[in-house]
């Protein structure tokens, strides 16, 4: 089966930049998308095709996809963007959606 | 608006079944597949199975397969979830969500998702 491997978690001060990594195989012949994830929400789509940002998603996300490692990049962190970051395949072999372990982005 | 309303969730003990709705509004349903995908708690999401817009194309993971059947009305506008032999794993927040594809074969994502409902299998 296809696998997701993602950070469990990343710490950024306020105002830096924080990177996201997930890494499978052949993961650039595929499509990247992410959702952030807060207790007690719903997942939000943050980007879809490795790095289009949906409308009402800030400038600040975006997002790549190259060799085996895609990649959330968050510029000027606020307190606000703390939460949970999933990304998320479509196996095209299997027909199943993948979605990587997570990872908790903490910012302090 | 468009939005997805989950119900149904409960304590259940195992072995036992429930039947997850999703009731959806301000888009056009039918063209939709639709999916169900949980969090158990304190891991992270599982896509569980998803149903294409005519309902005659359905998928699901290998944890569910056998024992889940999902379903769907389309004059109702309606998703579901039937969960059979229910086990104390199968505990987490249920989410209904949209497919969205893109231009490349492999290019899906979901957008929007319902707030979930919680089921409990616990003796």
């Known amino acids: 089966s296809y696998d997701l491997t993602q950070p469990p978690s990343v710490s950024v001060s306020p105002g830096q930049t924080a990177t996201i990594a997930c890494s499978g195989d052949e993961l650039e012949s595929k499509f990247v998308c992410w959702y952030r994830l807060n207790p007690g929400q719903p997942p939000i789509l943050v980007i879809y095709e490795n790095g289009q940002r949906p409308s009402g998603i800030p400038e600040r996300f975006s997002g790549s996809n190259s060799g085996k490692t895609a990649t959330l990049t968050i510029s000027g962190t606020l307190p606000m963007d703390e939460a949970d970051y999933y990304c998320q395949v479509w196996d095209s072999v299997t027909e199943r959606v993948i979605f990587g372990g997570g990872t908790k982005l903490t910012v302090l | 608006e468009v939005q997805l309303v989950e119900s149904g969730g409960g304590l259940v003990r195992p072995g036992e079944s429930l039947r997850l709705s999703c009731a959806a509004s301000?888009?056009?349903?039918?063209?939709?597949?639709m999916n169900w995908v949980r969090q158990a708690p304190g891991k992270g999401l599982e896509w569980i199975s998803s149903?294409?817009?005519?309902?005659?194309?359905?998928h699901y993971a290998d944890s569910v397969r056998g024992r889940f059947t999902i379903s769907r009305d389309n004059a109702k506008k309606s998703l579901y979830l039937q969960m059979d032999s229910l086990r104390v794993e199968d505990t987490a927040v249920y989410f209904c969500?949209?497919?969205?594809?893109?231009?490349?074969?492999?290019?899906?994502?979901?957008?929007?998702w319902g707030q979930g409902t919680l089921v409990t299998v616990s003796s």
């Open positions: 969500a949209t497919s969205r594809s893109g231009a490349g074969a492999s290019s899906k994502w979901f957008d929007p």
């Open positions: 301000g888009f056009s349903f039918t063209y939709y597949t």
């Open positions: 149903i294409s817009g005519t309902g005659d194309s359905m």
